[in-house]
C-alpha cells in the first residue's frame, strides 16, 4: 500500500463548478501537507500548504486537513478552464524534511 | 530571476550510453533534489542535497550518481541507460534545510524528457 493514495482521474467539471480533490494517507506522522499544480509539460508548482490539521484559504482554494481521517483535501470554488491542470498533494513527516512523499496527481479539467 | 533551469529539455538515448542532465538554481537554494515522474507513479526522490559536497540518496537512485560541488549546480548522471530510465525528470530546490524542521517548499524546473531506446 502507498503511503499516499490520489484518486488520478481525470477530473471533468463545466466552468463554475466547485471541485473537490482528496488524498488519503497512512503514516500518522506526516505534519506538513502541501498542494502543487502542474501544468502540462511543466514543473509542478506550490499552490498551498498547511501544518497539522485544520482550513487555510487563498482566493478560491481552500486547503482542509483531517489527522483523524488521515484526509485531506483541495477545494476550488468557481473554477476556470484555467484551472486544467494535475494537483498533487505531497507530505511531509515531523522531523524528517527531506521525506516528502507525492501523491500520484489528479488530472482536471474544466470545460468552458 | 531564472529559478530552476534544466537542461537539456529532451534527449533520446541508447541502451548503454551515459550522459548527464545539468540542473542550475540561482535562489542560493541549500536543498536540492532530483525527481522522476512516471504515469501511475507520481514524483519519486532519486537524490538529494543539503549543501555543496553533500549528498544523499532517495527512493530510487540506482542507476544513478550526483554530486554537489557548488550550491548552484547539481547535476544528475546516468551511468548506463536503460529502457527502464525512460521519464521525466525533474530538479527541485529550496530555501530549506536539514537542520531545521517545516516544510520543504520546493520550486521546480520545467523537466527533462528521456527516452531511452
Known amino acids: 500500500q502507498k503511503e499516499v493514495e490520489q484518486d488520478p482521474g481525470p477530473l471533468s467539471v463545466p466552468e463554475g463548478a466547485i471541485v473537490s480533490l482528496n488524498c488519503t494517507y497512512s503514516n500518522s506522522a506526516f505534519q506538513y501537507f502541501m498542494w502543487y499544480r502542474q501544468y502540462s509539460r511543466k514543473g509542478p508548482e506550490l499552490l498551498m500548504y498547511t501544518y497539522s490539521s485544520g482550513n487555510k484559504e487563498d482566493g478560491r482554494f481552500t486547503a482542509q486537513v483531517d489527522k483523524s481521517s488521515k484526509y485531506i483535501s483541495l477545494f476550488i470554488r468557481d473554477s476556470q478552464p484555467s484551472d486544467s491542470a494535475t494537483y498533487l498533494c505531497?507530505?511531509?513527516?515531523?522531523?524528517?524534511?527531506?521525506?516528502?512523499?507525492f501523491g500520484t496527481g489528479t488530472l482536471l479539467a474544466v470545460q468552458p | 530571476n531564472a529559478g530552476v533551469t534544466q537542461t537539456p529539455k529532451f534527449q533520446v538515448l541508447k541502451t548503454g550510453q551515459s550522459m548527464t542532465l545539468q540542473c542550475a538554481q540561482d535562489?542560493?537554494?541549500?536543498?536540492m533534489s532530483w525527481y522522476r515522474q512516471d504515469p501511475g507513479m507520481g514524483l519519486r526522490l532519486i537524490h538529494y542535497s543539503v549543501g555543496a559536497g553533500i549528498t544523499d540518496q532517495g527512493e530510487v537512485p540506482n542507476g544513478y550518481n550526483v554530486s554537489r560541488s557548488t550550491t548552484e549546480d547539481f547535476p544528475l548522471r546516468l551511468l548506463s541507460a536503460a529502457p527502464s530510465q525512460t521519464s521525466v525528470y525533474f530538479c527541485?530546490?529550496?530555501?530549506?534545510?536539514?537542520?531545521?524542521?517545516?516544510?520543504?517548499?520546493?520550486?521546480f524546473g520545467a523537466g527533462s524528457r528521456l527516452t531511452v531506446l
Open positions: 527541485a530546490s529550496s530555501y530549506f534545510s536539514w537542520r531545521g524542521s517545516g516544510a520543504n517548499v520546493l520550486t
Open positions: 505531497a507530505m511531509i513527516p515531523e522531523g524528517a524534511t527531506n521525506k516528502l512523499i
Open positions: 535562489m542560493n537554494h541549500e536543498y
